[in-house]
């Protein structure tokens, strides 16, 4: 009968633990413009070699 008990127990225990650690996780990207003319300039005449593409990218997640 404790073995029955304990079991259950157990089984419940894991149970609310994994429920407990799954969390939504929300993903907020920022794009920020950051080249400058010259650069803009030098992507337009250089077709092979484009240094700059002119993006900088922030990606968080919060969860």
């Known amino acids: 009968m404790k073995k029955i008990i304990l079991s259950i127990l157990m ?3 894991i149970g609310f633990s994994s429920f407990a650690q799954q ?3 929300k ?3 920022k794009v920020k413009h950051t080249s400058t003319f010259g650069q803009k300039v030098h992507n337009t005449f250089h ?3 484009k240094h700059y593409n002119g993006y ?3 990606t ?3 969860g």
Do not use: C, G, I, P
């Open 47 to 49: 077709k092979h070699h």
């Open 11 to 13: 089984v419940l225990a």
């Open 56 to 58: 900088k990218v922030k």
């Open 23 to 25: 969390r939504v996780e």
């Open 60 to 62: 968080k997640v919060r």
């Open 27 to 29: 993903k907020t990207v």
